[in-house]
């Protein structure tokens, strides 16, 4: 098997540069209407994960995003206790197609320079290196203020709906321009990588099966921020994106950083 991690650049970093990918993660993309679904908030890099701490004070918006309106779910938030792990129990009750999505609270994370530089290298973050060498700040440390965006696709009975191919207003979002539910298995699937709700050019997309059983493909969007990829099967796949930019408004941090993430599997 092919895989990118990062287990050499994350030895010794804060969480937000060693915690490659974050995601959501339902115990079955398709279920039953009326049935209930766990969903579990991880952490890490495909085949390599671990369960992310539900605390309140983390949780900005978790949502349901189904095809007659979005719905806030935070009470159906699971809080990580000790000894136990958090998650969700939601129960969509029409048939359709549905967005989970989730949005952090920001996080402060401060890195010494050259790892600083290796991560945002290795994530393609180009504004925050171009603004690295613009302004002469390669032996400073890196300082910045993330948040992590993430959504996951579940199907609801047999009832196909297209509202899961529209953007819910992340501010880094990964819209599939196709439902995936509709699709046979290879079949081409379109992403689309939106920052600030235009189309993000020139960002690295990851897609690696949940599973670790396949291979891990980077891709880099186009100038509309869209990338072709295939659609999944039964086995889940997650996507996921990271982007930063200076942050010239906020004393706390040189940048602001958004990781963002897709989970889908096909029927």
Known sequence: ?????????????????????????PADHTIDAGEEV???FRIGDAG????WAVYWERVAAFRLHGPD???????????????EKGGAQLRPRSPGSYIIAFESNPSFSDLEAERFDRYVEHEGLKAIAAHRVATGAGSKNGTEIYMRRAKTLVQVG????????QTIGQIL?????????????????DLQVFWRGEPLGGAMLSAAPLDAKGEVKTFTTSADGVIRVEAP???????AVVWGVPAPNDARADYITV?????????
């Open 173 to 189: 979002e990964i819209r599939p321009l196709q439902n995936p539910f509709a699709l046979d298995e290879g079949a081409p699937l």
């Open 69 to 83: 309106g979005a719905t806030d779910q935070q009470r159906a938030l699971r809080i990580t206790a000790p000894g």
């Open 158 to 165: 047999d009832k196909i709906t297209p509202n899961v191919t």
């Open 233 to 239: 099967g039964e086995d889940a796949m997650l996507y």
């Open 1 to 25: 098997m092919i895989r990118t991690t990062l287990a050499a650049l994350a030895l010794g970093m804060s969480t937000a540069a060693a915690a490659h990918s974050f995601w959501l993660e």
């Open 48 to 51: 390599e994960a671990g369960d």
């Open 259 to 267: 990781f963002s993430s897709l989970t889908v599997a096909g029927r």
């Open 38 to 40: 766990r969903v579990d």
